[in-house]
């Protein structure tokens, strides 16, 4: 009788189930709503509040208390930031600070020191020289506005019958009446751009509170990235910078106030001085020292002290913060006062002393311009990185086109309202009735028509070269696709597509041009100004036909262009803070440009990354450390640039259990050539050190993303991908396939195999950790994560709960 056959005994020891996987998907610019991030309309917040949260579908809000549901995948979360940076309204008032967010990328975009030698002397002197010129920022806006405010409208026009002639609101002015002394126009002009400086103050301590005052999370610390030679995105303090943004607010709200107070006090002191008034030349006097005391404390404030990276900063400079803008703006008070005082006899007669003070800071911009490029030059000579923009001279560029841009601005507001106020009449010219703004600002206005000529001309080029290019690749297109029939229309398109994202490998040169031929041209302006005292047009008489019309033309042109450019200015802003979607085009340009803390200018549009890397840093550590699980963070476009900064912050031990998926990244082809010190090369090669499980999707036809370490032997870079994924029309692509460029990456099965490759890398280290005592997968609730970080709550509030930003984590 045959046997029955003994069933094999299980394993005594079978192995046990792989550990919980998380996907953290980070969105790019332009934000996702959660339902896009992932895939389904049924969404519920996790953590977080109304400006940025975690989201997770509806069926998965519960995933930890049922690992065995996902077993083989991960549970996908969204994280969402978009509004950190297009939120309300007001968002729209962010244009009026352009400038100022382009000198704070100067201070980052400094070469990288070497590595054997710091060079601490070279790194300070750039910072302190981006700290000045900033501060020359905010005071030519302020000069600016005092230039509208007080010379063209309360000493020019209110003191001509020909400007005040037919306007009814300069009534209160005219002559008779208690306010008709130059000295009290003056004093109640001065309020308009002590206004506008208590606006920037009131912008900048709002956003400080909600963005540099959020605290990153608290952890053992590392002595390793506390070390100067650690990555500098790596240091406990980089994301916190609570204080040297205080300290610089204070300083640059100080500087404001003084500039109107001098705008007030020099017209006013000189007529004393000129009438014999005893008291009141000495008082003037006394004001004056006063207001050069003041500046040297503004000066010294500024130039002291940089940041704190290498621990968290919780002090605050009270002195400084609070003495010194009370101190100014006391001055002001007083400084108005004197000049309320009755002066009979004193009339208003041409312009204020604008020229000078507007040549002394543009000559002071441009002498700061040369000594950054001397230092970043010695920087880049001493540690050569091949991939830096402009071999290391891309922050003195990025500085010089911040000043332009302030110079615009200041003098297209200033020409708009000369003509205004001249009824048609070119300022500044024989038989205007008044005698318009600075000279200065007329000449800047006419260098403007040669130096859009010079850009168009390299625009066209530029254009060239990528026809050219296109001609080139589409012959080798189809080749791409084995077994495909050329096409040669479709073979043009996708060669266009990669001819146009190589050329922001050109953006370079297109700046440095922009920026070389802007100093040129700022120099010949400047020139000109003090050396014939007149606008260009009256300057060029009796030199000649040709020289007098190409003259004429540039001067009339340039103010032309730039009113034009003001008014589209106004109205952007304008549409921006009514309508969500022109503001959320707004919203891309500050992705780009607030991503780095305000470590230069405290009026420049706030960091976003302050709040939302600390979001990052804190939910992974939180959710690892409950549940013992794998992490793979993803992020496309510059949501890889915010992943990568949140796991360089991460402790060492929850570092290793977490892996990092970058698409359409810039990190190596943007932030590694503009910004080396702290995306080069060095520093992305140490992440990958830190971070094994990494690895990055890119596409020939992406103008953004591109390979982050090209050309070394580190396993990171997957690409190019095919795109389109399929030239021509089949059964299994009935209908042409798009070329996809910079957008959805996750419909690339590329995309699943590398996360899932990343997942399984990562499978080994999470079963080696034992669990803790007493813990199930899930966790339970209200305990406390590893390194002291809380539990995160689930929450069903909608995602529109107006909560107080700032409460994340």
């Known amino acids: 009788m045959p046997q029955t056959p003994t069933p094999p005994h299980p394993h005594p020891n079978p192995p046990p189930p792989p550990p919980l996987a998380l996907e953290l998907l980070v969105h790019g610019v332009a934000g996702a709503s959660p339902a896009e991030l992932l895939g389904d309309p049924r969404t519920v917040r996790v953590t977080g509040d109304s400006t940025a949260a975690v989201f997770r579908r509806t069926e998965d809000a519960d995933a930890e208390a049922r690992p065995e549901r996902y077993a083989g995948r991960p549970v996908p979360e969204a994280y969402c930031w978009s509004r950190l940076t297009s939120g309300n309204g007001a968002r729209a008032l962010w244009l009026l600070l352009l400038p100022f967010m382009v000198a704070n990328l100067a201070h980052w975009a400094r070469p990288a020191a070497p590595a054997a030698d710091p060079a601490p002397r070279a790194v300070r002197t750039y910072g302190v020289l981006v700290r000045i010129l900033a501060l020359s920022l905010t005071v030519l806006l302020i000069a600016a506005a005092c230039e509208v405010a007080l010379d063209l409208f309360a000493w020019q026009c209110a003191g001509s019958a020909a400007c005040t002639a037919g306007r009814s609101w300069p009534g209160f002015l005219a002559e008779g009446g208690w306010w008709a002394q130059p000295g009290r126009r003056l004093a109640l002009g001065a309020l308009v751009p002590a206004a506008l400086t208590g606006l920037l103050w009131f912008l900048s301590n709002r956003t400080w509170s909600a963005y540099e005052s959020q605290p990153p999370p608290v952890a053992a610390p590392d002595p390793d990235a506390a070390s100067d030679t650690a990555p500098a995105l790596g240091r406990p303090g980089f994301w916190y910078g609570r204080r040297i943004v205080a300290r610089l607010r204070a300083a640059h709200t100080a500087a404001g106030l003084l500039t109107v107070a001098a705008a007030v006090a020099a017209p006013t002191a000189r007529h004393d001085r000129a009438a014999g008034g005893l008291v009141l030349e000495a008082l003037g006097w006394v004001l004056e020292a006063l207001l050069a005391a003041g500046g040297l404390a503004v000066a010294w404030v500024v130039c002291r002290r940089g940041r704190t990276e290498a621990r968290p900063d919780h002090r605050l400079d009270r002195a400084a913060v609070t003495l010194l803008p009370g101190a100014a703006l006391a ?92 009824r048609g009449a070119t300022p500044g010219t024989a038989g205007a009735p008044l005698p318009g703004p600075p000279v200065l600002l007329s000449w800047q206005a006419a260098v403007l028509p040669p130096l859009l000529l010079v850009l168009a001309l390299l625009a066209a080029c530029f254009a060239v070269r990528g026809a050219r290019a296109r001609s080139r690749l589409a012959r080798a297109i189809a080749a791409e696709y084995p077994g495909e029939a050329p096409d040669l229309s479709r073979s043009r398109r996708i060669a266009g597509a990669r001819a146009a994202a190589a050329l922001t490998d050109s953006a370079p040169w297109f700046v440095a041009a922009a920026s070389g031929t802007t100093l040129l041209l700022g120099a010949g302006a400047l020139a000109g100004a003090w050396i014939g005292g007149q606008v260009p047009g009256e300057a060029a008489r009796g030199s000649g036909p040709f020289l007098e019309a190409a003259a004429r033309a540039a001067q009339d042109t340039g103010s032309w262009l730039i009113g034009l450019g003001f008014v589209l200015f106004v109205t952007w802003g304008r549409r921006a803070y009514r309508d969500p979607a022109a503001r959320r085009t707004i919203g891309i340009l500050w992705d780009v440009g607030t991503f780095w803390p305000r470590a230069a200018h405290p009026f420049a549009p706030p960091c976003y990354a302050e709040r939302a890397v600390p979001d990052l840093t804190w939910r992974m550590t939180g959710w690892t450390g409950r549940t013992d699980g794998r992490l793979v963070i993803s992020g496309h476009s510059q949501g890889s640039v915010l992943a990568a900064a949140a796991v360089w912050q991460l402790p060492p031990p929850v570092r290793r259990r977490v892996a990092l998926l970058t698409y359409g990244s810039p990190l190596g082809r943007l932030y590694g050539r503009w910004f080396p010190a702290y995306f080069g090369s060095g520093p992305l090669t140490a992440l990958h050190d830190e971070v094994d499980c990494w690895r990055n999707l890119w596409r020939a036809t992406d103008p953004i993303g591109g390979p982050v370490l090209p050309g070394t032997p580190q396993d990171v870079d997957r690409g190019p991908l095919a795109d389109p994924v399929a030239y021509g029309r089949s059964s299994r692509h009935p209908l042409p396939a798009p070329v996809l460029g910079h957008s959805d990456y996750q419909a690339d099965p590329a995309f699943a195999v590398e996360r899932d490759a990343l997942l399984a890398r990562l499978a080994p280290a999470a079963r080696a950790r034992e669990p803790r005592p007493g813990r199930h997968p899930g966790g339970s609730p209200g305990e406390a994560a590893a390194g002291g970080v809380p539990d995160q709550r689930l929450s069903k509030a909608p995602a529109g709960t107006a909560d107080p930003p700032g409460t994340a984590g």
Do not use: E, T
């Open 331 to 422: 001055l002001l008070a007083a400084v108005l006062l004197y000049a309320c005082w009755s002066r009979p006899g004193w009339a208003s007669a041409g312009r204020l002393p604008g020229d000078f003070a507007f040549g002394v800071l543009m000559l002071g911009q441009g002498v700061c311009v040369l000594g950054l490029a001397a230092v970043a030059a010695g920087l880049h000579r001493r540690a050569p990185d091949p991939a830096a923009a402009l071999h290391g001279l891309g922050g003195p560029a990025i500085a010089m086109l911040g000043c332009a841009l302030g110079g615009v601005m200041s003098g297209g507001v200033a020409q708009r309202v000369a003509d205004w106020l001249d």
